[in-house]
């Protein structure tokens, strides 16, 4: 089997881990059992690129249980748990010495040009060609075919400009040197059945390819199931945005002023867990609505040259770039703690820090660091600007992603075996589907559902098995 991660004799520490996620996984457990005989995905050639944590583990071991084919990496170069990733390659019936498991290409602290090279990897099976399906996180791979079947299209790979971000040069290279006349990328997107997107960021740009006519395989948006961006991006980041300062800074939350740019789902959640920690909480809007909403709630609600000059930490939520500038870094107090929790790290302009003239970068531990600037004071950024929650820490904690990731597997299973049902397009997990995954993590909290009397269901105009809302309903 080939692979790439760290240390397989991390894969002990790894499977206990596992073990004990499976138990807050109910959702995932539940969808194992449901499918144990008819295995619908057999056949299934899974490419997946999702950060490779313990979470991630299971739902990769559910897509092997319901008979998948599954080659994995991260979506992300600083998200990979090694024990997480060593237990999957070794497999829960092999050892070190003979692994079974799925071949993942992954590690903490890639390079991006390995990054891109794990990609490649993932997207390439055995014995030559590529997956029939995609599980992506934020669209890297889903992009990386597109824009391998758009040059072989169009004849030719440009060149990269001086002007292009470092991580463009670097996709271009690889893609420079895998486009070929045999239409190497246009054959693995023929291939391709389908993508399941699990984020906000990804699924922005499905819509796009989408809108533009580029999109070469249908899509299921994963994200705007009601059971993942209403719990994972809200409840989840509620979690790890605290596990995240604390593993990297450790400084007393309590008393400082915290300003969470973006009021979305990620950013209620973020807000939320800084309040509780007795932060003052500062909100930054463009969306009246939001901005209303985070008004309501109880935050104050200014723009960030407002305040820049009296935060002690700063969480950008958006999924927007651009939106703590290296002249805004430079009016902060000295140490304020600079940080993102969206998907991509162009939310704070790390490469614009970078190049103010006699700017000192340290290294406290990996993933945390000070600049210094000329005049002597410092900030503290996490995760260099990457996502601070699964680059300083674990990221979500296993039963809100038992949520996202029972999304996943319905959506995989879906789009595999009911192809033809699916042109071309973006689509979401109709509300029954939705519904069923809340349903499957309620027993494990103790919820007893009320059940509607057949008149009291008439009167409300709903099957009294449901779905309980229309599809416009925004809960
Ligand atoms: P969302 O669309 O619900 O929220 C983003 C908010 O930012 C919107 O309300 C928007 O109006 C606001 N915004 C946009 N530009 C802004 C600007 N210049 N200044 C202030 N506010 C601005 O998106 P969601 O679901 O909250 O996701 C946000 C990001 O987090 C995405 O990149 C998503 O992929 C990522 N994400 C990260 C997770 C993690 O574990 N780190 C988990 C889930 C999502």
Redesign the pocket.
Known sequence: MDFKVADLALADFGRREIQLAEHEMPGLMAIRREYAEARPLTGAKIMGSL?MTIQTAVLIETLVALGADVRWVSCNIFSTQDHAAAAVVVGPEGTVDAPKGVPVFAWKGETLEEYWWCTEQALTWPGGGGPNMILDD?GDATLLVHKGAEYEKAGAVPSASEEDAEEWKIILDLLHRTVGPEGRWTAVAKEIKGVTE???????RLYEMFKSGSLLFPAINV?DSVTK?KF???Y??RH?VIDGLNRATDVLIGGKVAVI?????????CADALRGQGARVIV????P??ALQAAMDGFQVTT?EDVVGIADIFV?????F??ITADHMSRMKHNAIVSN????DN?IDMAGLARIPGIVKTEIKPQVHTWTFPDGHSIIVLAEGR????GCAT??PSFVMSNSFTNQVIAQIELFTKTEQYPIGVYVLPKHLDEKVARLHLDALGVKLTTLTKAQAEYIGVAPEGPYKPDHYRY
């Open positions: 950060h934020g699990e984020t906000t960021t990804g699924v922005h994200n961006s994972d991006n809200k989840g980041c790890s740019c973006g009021y979305g789902d990620v950013g209620k959640g930054t809007e463009i969306d609505i939001c960030l950008t939520t958006t999924g927007n651009d939106i929790i969206g998907h991509f939310e996502l601070m929650n699964l990221g979500h």
